[in-house]
């Protein structure tokens, strides 16, 4: 990246990549609409298979616009290269991640607010998801789609970005370009991806490489798929109440473990 592009050519691809997303989605919905013709199309959509095609749709259409948008390819082009993680800070930026993503989540819950928005229409398709069906939702929400996001965002988004503006605007802008492709009628699951997303962006700029930031996103939706299905979901009040602290304490104690590892201050 000895020339990094300009600011708004980084914005213009994300909105290509809306696009291409756009139009990836409609394919996969139509290729599963050929399979089950007889399922109304209303159904499909507010089904696994439907929640898993739009998946799909959505990280061919990132790897589709990335394809156009680096030619030639180039995995260092991406920060998809080992950083100075080792093993063990990678456990650490792990456990912050599903600290971080289990407070979020008890603090929705005790708010009144868990039932609300896309995140329970995810986990009303994944309950009680078995073989097969678990199979596939791990495959593609657990590492493909999380694998995706990260190589665009945190890969392709952030460094170029910070280039030009710095390290914190750069997480902060890609962080709101992350959030805003997970709307929704509530504004919870845009608010749980924003938070998200900034604890990756400051996993990826801190360690200097995407690779981290996708460990980091396949184990929280590898967990979150296998928890939702097998009905490991916590809804006491005073559990979660208890486990927004305890997650809470263990996500600061994280944050503050990787910034004593990492060997020096990454460059912006």
């Known amino acids: 990246m000895d020339r990094p592009p300009r600011a708004w050519h980084v914005f213009a691809v994300f909105l290509a990549a809306i696009a291409s997303i756009l139009a990836t989605t409609w394919l996969a919905f139509g290729v599963l609409a050929s399979w089950d013709p007889d399922v109304p199309h209303e159904v499909l959509l507010r089904s696994l298979s439907g929640m898993l095609a739009a998946s799909l749709g959505a ?12 030619r030639p390819f180039d995995p ?38 868990g039932d609300r928005g896309a995140m329970a229409e995810i986990r009303r398709l994944l309950e009680g998801a078995a073989g097969p069906e678990l199979f596939a939702a791990v495959v593609v929400i657990g590492v493909i789609a999380p694998a995706v996001e990260e190589t665009f965002f945190r890969g392709f988004m952030q460094p170029r970005l ?10 902060l802008a890609t962080s709101a370009c992350f959030a805003a492709l997970h709307v929704d ?14 604890y990756l962006g400051f996993v990826a700029h801190l360690t200097g490489s995407t690779l981290p930031a996708i460990v980091c996103h396949i184990v929280n939706n590898t967990v979150f798929t296998l928890q939702t299905a097998l009905g490991w979901t916590v809804t006491g009040r005073s559990l979660n109440a208890a486990l927004a602290a305890a997650c809470a304490v263990v996500f600061v104690g994280c944050v503050a473990r990787l910034r004593r590892a990492a060997p020096e201050a990454p460059p912006a």
């Open 76 to 113: 260092a082009a991406l920060r998809l290269t080992p950083g100075w993680e080792t093993g063990g800070t990678l456990a650490v930026a792990v456990a912050g991640l599903l600290a971080l993503g289990q407070a979020l989540d008890s603090a929705t819950f005790l708010a009144g607010l």
């Open 59 to 70: 990280s061919a259409g990132f790897l589709l616009t990335l394809a156009v948008a680096l």
């Open 162 to 171: 910070a280039a030009h503006w710095g390290a914190r605007p750069a997480v």
């Open 185 to 198: 009628t509530s504004g919870i699951h845009v608010a749980l991806a924003l938070a998200l997303s900034v």
